[in-house]
T-cell receptor, first 113, second 113 residues
Framework: DSGVTQTPKHLITATGQRVTLRCSPR?????VYWYQQSLDQGLQFLIQ???????AKGNILERFSAQQFPDLHSELNLSSLELGDSALYFC????????????FGSGTRLTVV | ELKVEQNPLFLSMQEGKNYTIYCNYS?????LYWYRQDPGKSLESLFV?????AVKQEGRLMASLDTKARLSTLHITAAVHDLSATYFC?????????????FGKGTKLSVKP
């Protein structure tokens, strides 16, 4: 157990639908990052939150949004899903006083059919 | 814009042989990360290289960092089948462990008997 918890592990949904992915960071970490991994695009940074505030944005589509809650867990919302959104979505956390480096969750495999 | 390049992208090795994976990055950074990923799994942290000249070893893997050349290497000694995986290097966009990680495309290593 890396300390970063992602749910669900697998998600199958139809095109046009909306899903929410959840991430709980490692204890003490204030930053949460979301990444998308697809076969042809590699690991793409989507968005970072730090202590509840958006800190940086990467290649995140307008159909995607995220937030970080007061208890520091984060949710990634994906809407109007397309076949091309099928990918592994990882959450990572960092920045706590107890650790250094980045720790990744086990990921959510999203399949859009 | 920070760019991270790995080579080779694919590496087929025989057991017992040695090889090196190279990771170049485009802007100044004092910290570099190596991860291992098995198919469909999460990213497992291998090494965090914290300063120029840093060298770390774990089993048959040894990583080094030259910040002046903006180059890190991951050396594999006497490869075994269990090392078959994809290896990623990554650099923080803002240094340290406070910014999002930018990843190389990964090196897919296959160790054959």
């Amino acid at each position: 157990d890396s300390g970063v918890t992602q749910t669900p592990k697998h998600l199958i949904t139809a095109t046009g639908q909306r899903v929410t992915l959840r991430c709980s960071p490692r204890s003490g970490d204030l930053s949460v990052y979301w990444y998308q991994q697809s076969l042809d695009q590699g690991l793409q940074f989507l968005i970072q939150y730090y202590n509840g505030e958006e800190r940086a944005k990467g290649n995140i589509l307008e159909r995607f949004s995220a937030q970080q809650f007061p208890d520091l867990h984060s949710e990634l919302n994906l809407s109007s899903l397309e076949l091309g959104d099928s990918a592994l979505y990882f959450c990572a956390s960092s920045g706590g006083q107890l650790h250094y480096g980045y720790t990744f969750g086990s990921g959510t495999r999203l399949t859009v059919v | 814009e920070l760019k991270v390049e790995q080579n080779p992208l694919f590496l087929s090795m025989q057991e017992g042989k040695n090889y090196t994976i190279y990771c170049n990055y485009s802007t100044t950074s004092d910290r570099l990360y190596w991860y291992r990923q098995d198919p469909g799994k999460s990213l497992e942290s291998l090494f965090v290289l914290l300063s120029n000249g840093a060298v770390k070893q774990e089993g048959r893997l040894m990583a080094s960092l030259d910040t002046k050349a903006r180059l890190s290497t991951l050396h594999i000694t006497a490869a075994v089948h269990d090392l078959s995986a994809t290896y990623f290097c990554a650099v923080s966009n803002y240094g340290g462990s406070q910014g999002n990680l930018i990843f190389g495309k990964g090196t897919k290593l296959s160790v054959k008997p």
